[in-house]
Structures are given as C-alpha cells and as structure tokens.
C-alpha cells in the first residue's frame, strides 16, 4: 500500500503528464501552422511519450492498490510569437516537470519507499534526457534558424524522429 502523501503527487502527476501531451501537442500544432513539418513531427512524438508517462504512472498506481483520480487537464496556451518561444517553453516545461518527479522522489526517500524510488529512477534519468533534448533544439535553432535553408534543413532532421513505447518493468 502506498503512503497517502505519495499517492496524492503521483495521482497528481499523471494529470501533469497528460497536460504535457496536450502541451506539446499545441506546439505540434504551432509548427504545422508555419508549414515546418519536421517540428511538428518531433512534437508528435514528445506527446506521445508523455501520455505513455502518465500511463507507466497510471499502472503503478493500480499495481499498488492506490486510487487514481483523473482531473481536468488545463488547456495550454496556443499563442506563439515565434519559433524560439515555443522551443524555449518546450525547455521551461522540461524543468518544471524534473522538478515535479524530485520531489515525488524525495517524499518517497523520507518515508523509505524504496519501490516507488525505483519505479522513479527511471523518469529521472528520462528527465535528464529531455532537458537534453530540448536545449540542444534550442542551440540547433540559435546556430541554424535564421537561414532558410539551414532551418529546412533542420526540419528534415526533426521529421526523421519516430516513436519507441518505453519498457519499464512495474
């Protein structure tokens, strides 16, 4: 049985994770407006691995008898100045969300539940990778989007990434 407190913030961040599918769906959106394709593909896959998050969360909570309440999810702002903007929010998010998993980790290292610890080992590591991520898309953006066919370019690269589900033992 899971300890009431940890149970609230992982119920709580399955809502997070499912906000950020909706969130990188609206910068998915941003893109394919601006007719860059690639972005909207890399987006398309940052949702999808953030709803798998909320579900990896979803059944470690069921494996663990705890109660799962779904709350409503907040509507992302939509509205872009420009490309950078999105990219650096996409950053923002990135840490906030590291934030969010540090101190599910920390409250289960208070309390000695070293199954939930291990279960999150992975979504700190996960973390570190997409802050990784997202700030090399900025540097890749600062070297190469202003040039037009350097930013063509960099779409093409984008649109090459696909999806892989994650694999995690519960």
Known sequence: ????KVSELLNTQINKEFYSAYLYLSFSNYFSDEGLDGFANWYNVQAQEERDHAMLFVQYMQNNDAKITFEAIDRPDSEFNSHMEV????????RYVTG???????????????????????????????????????????????????????????AARTYTAPSLVL
Request: hydrophobic content about 40%; charged content about 30%; aromatic content about 12%.
């Open 87 to 94: 990219l650096e929010a996409g950053l923002k998010h990135e």
């Open 1 to 4: 049985m899971l300890n009431e």
């Open 100 to 158: 969010l998993i540090n101190n599910i980790y920390g409250t289960a290292y208070d309390i000695k539940d070293f199954r939930t610890m291990q279960f999150l080992d992975w979504f700190v590591k996960e973390q570190g990778e997409e802050e990784t991520n997202a700030a090399d898309l900025i540097k890749k953006m600062n070297l190469f989007g202003t040039d037009p066919k350097s930013l063509y370019l960099l779409d093409q690269e984008l």
